[in-house]
């Protein structure tokens, strides 16, 4: 135990000598013992601290003439020249090499090299225009991919790499013009007033996006008129219009002005156009075109029996009277007209049997009805 050798003896099978490592010092990761018989046997040491004076290598005796072994790292940053070994190293992991000391002895020099070169990379995410890279102080503004190269402790270049997303809050305003009413999808919500509205949400970064309604409600008069005689008038200015057959719901052709002059009885509407809106009348019915009176009278009224009102229908416009006289001869009701269409307000006249008399310059005309 006292006797080391300078070369191996014939037939050695393993030769371990423990003669490197640092006394009492710190020697973690110097967990093999070294098989200097070049056989190879090296053997691996578990359990033991490797640090202070417990379970380490420790100083011993001075042999003369000893065979060595030693230890130790080194950064690399990509090749690395052992002058020791006088070799130039490109990878990393450990090395070793015999070299004989001026004793004429054999010493192992174990290397273990660790890459010095660094590659750290950081994701950013801003609802911001812009960010500033503490790294290199740099302020960017687009989205993207960054790299900054530096010299670390171990004098290799390392790169920093930033992956920047940004995307900014955002104000928008959205102005509409709608009839009557608008669903407005980006809140849900159906408004029927004028005004201005606000929804808060989040955009598709992530970021703060407020967006504004700038809502106007157009309404447009779809009210008809009924001038009694035959002719309905839409009360709508400035706008389009269609007329309608209500019983078909087609248009009728060429009646695209306001007013409308019936030609046979039926059911009419006007469907009326602003430039934003469009919205359809009520029906009116007219249902006093081309009577039978006619054949024989000069004019035609309706109903008979009547309620509250009755209609007297004349072919020309000439100055006509028109009487209403009760059963004791009384007259209830006069009428001086030269419309075509007229309508009589009976709501006054009790129930009973009443006669309508028409004068004119050429004749009287005298007809019965009863007012219910």
């Avoid at 070799?87 to 020099?109: A, P, R």
């Avoid at 970021?207 to 779809?222: H, M």
């Avoid at 009428?335 to 007229?342: A, F, H, W, Y």
Wanted: hydrophobic share 30%.
């Amino acid at each position: 135990m006292l006797t080391e050798y300078c070369t191996s003896p014939t037939n050695l099978v393993a030769y371990y000598n423990f003669n490197y490592g640092t006394a009492n010092g710190s020697n973690s990761g110097m967990n093999s013992v070294i098989d200097f018989s070049s056989n190879g046997n090296t053997l691996t040491m578990s359990g033991a601290s490797m640090s202070g004076t417990s379970s380490n290598y420790i100083t011993g005796i001075n042999v003369p003439y000893q065979m060595t072994a030693s230890f130790t790292s080194d950064y690399t940053c990509g090749s690395y020249f052992w002058a020791a070994a006088n070799q130039t190293i490109t990878s990393i992991g450990n090395f070793n090499t015999t070299v004989t000391s001026s004793t004429g002895c054999d010493s192992v020099l174990n290397l273990y090299l660790s890459s010095g070169l660094n590659f750290s990379s950081e994701t950013v995410d801003t609802c911001t225009a812009s960010y500033t890279w503490p790294v290199n102080g740099m302020t960017y503004t687009t989205p993207g991919t960054y790299q900054e190269t530096y010299t670390n402790i171990h004098g290799c270049d390392s790169i920093r790499q930033l992956n920047l997303s940004i995307g900014q809050n955002t104000t928008t305003t959205q102005t509409v013009t709608a009839c009557y009413d608008y669903y407005w999808p980006v809140d849900g919500n159906t408004y029927n007033t004028t005004g201005v509205y606000v929804a808060n949400l989040n955009n598709q970064t992530g970021c703060d996006s407020s967006i504004t309604l700038d809502l106007t409600i157009a309404t447009i008069d779809n009210t008809i008129t009924d001038n009694g005689d035959l002719t309905l008038t839409a009360n709508a200015t400035g706008a389009v219009f269609q007329w309608i057959d209500c019983s078909t719901n087609t248009e009728i052709t060429g009646e695209t002005n306001a007013s409308f002059t019936a030609t046979q009885n039926g059911s009419y509407a006007c469907v009326i156009t602003n430039g934003t809106c469009t919205d359809t009348s009520e029906c009116i019915t007219i249902d006093y075109v081309s009577t039978e009176d006619f054949e024989t009278e000069q004019f035609a009224y309706y109903p008979n029996p009547a309620n509250n009102q009755l209609h007297v229908i004349f072919q020309e416009g000439t100055e006509k009277t028109i009487s209403i006289i009760n059963a004791a001869g009384q007259n209830v009701y006069t009428l001086q007209t030269n419309k075509l269409n007229n309508t009589i307000n009976l709501e006054g006249l009790e129930k009973g049997v009443y006669l309508l008399q028409v004068s004119s310059e050429q004749e009287i005309t005298t007809n019965r009805f009863v007012k219910n």
